[in-house]
């Protein structure tokens, strides 16, 4: 069986194929550019590639008064991209149903959709959030001890870590919000139901031992068998039934400590 860092390295390696292709009603030249082929991290986030990559690449086939601040992306199925969550989340919604590879995002910079996608302003945008999610997560898992006396460089080698996709530097830090034993254990496990597109769950999965319910969707709604058999995914992946909710936890989370499940529907 894999070690605990083999299996983190296999998650936090993970990548999708994508295809950017600029919308045709936002090209300002004449001359159609071609698409941009990407291997994108699954625990990063859209923005944190708009300015390094895609923007970089489209700028010039642009009204030159447009920014990386004005892109929103929509998916393969016409839905805007939610893009403040992980972009492994977002794919394993699609992928539920289907996705042809490479996975193919249309880069907007015009109409953008405010009713329904939050606007991006920058990448210390996608920094916040993501800290706001690290502490909620911290606070279910520790009660907010461990965080609150971090010093600020170990923060910040957090974010700089997954947006450099450097693992050394994240787990470095990202190591001591995993640590869990007899006398420190977490207090709840967070979690993120995501169904379909538009609505998500939080759960906070009390840990009353080391071990805890095997399935982690019987753990969320112990009375509803009807949830054994759905067809849901995490880290792109569907864990056996009889995988602790705790292992699946501490090696499956996304860099902002969240277990995040992704289901096509729950039964009515």
Not at 29 to 50: D, G, I, K, N, W
Not at 150 to 173: A, C, D, P, T
Not at 197 to 222: F, G, R, V
Request: aromatic share 12%; net charge negative.
């Amino acid at each position: 069986m894999a070690n605990d860092e083999d299996v983190r390295k296999e998650v936090w390696n993970g990548k999708i194929p994508v295809l950017f292709r600029l919308c045709p009603s936002d090209v300002f030249l004449t001359e159609q550019p071609e698409p941009l082929y990407m291997a994108v991290m699954r625990q990063s986030y859209f923005p944190l590639v708009f300015s390094e990559k895609i923007h970089k690449y489209y700028k010039r086939y642009i009204d030159p008064d447009l920014t990386e601040a004005n892109i929103w992306l929509e998916d393969n199925n016409g839905m805007p991209v939610q893009w403040h969550w992980p972009i492994g989340v977002l794919f394993d919604l699609n992928s539920l149903t289907k996705v042809d590879l490479p996975w193919v995002i249309t880069v907007h910079y015009k109409d953008f959709p405010q009713n329904n996608i939050i606007r991006f302003t920058s990448r210390d945008a996608v920094e916040s959030l993501y800290m706001s999610n690290l502490k909620e997560a911290d606070f279910l898992k520790h009660r907010g001890q461990l965080i609150n006396v971090m010093q600020r460089h170990e923060i910040k080698m957090l974010f700089q870590g997954l947006n450099e996709g450097n693992y050394e530097k994240f787990w470095s830090v990202n190591e001591k919000f995993m640590e869990c034993s007899e006398t420190n254990k977490f207090r709840y496990i967070p979690i993120r139901l995501h169904i379909k597109h538009d609505i998500i769950k939080q759960y906070a999965i009390s840990n009353m031992n080391n071990e805890n319910t095997a399935n982690p969707l019987i753990s969320i709604n112990q009375s509803d068998e009807r949830l054994v058999n759905i067809n849901y995914l995490t880290q792109g992946i569907k864990p056996p039934l009889d995988t602790p909710l705790l292992w699946l936890s501490r090696r499956l989370s996304y860099p902002d400590n969240f277990l995040h499940i992704c289901l096509l529907d729950l039964p009515s």
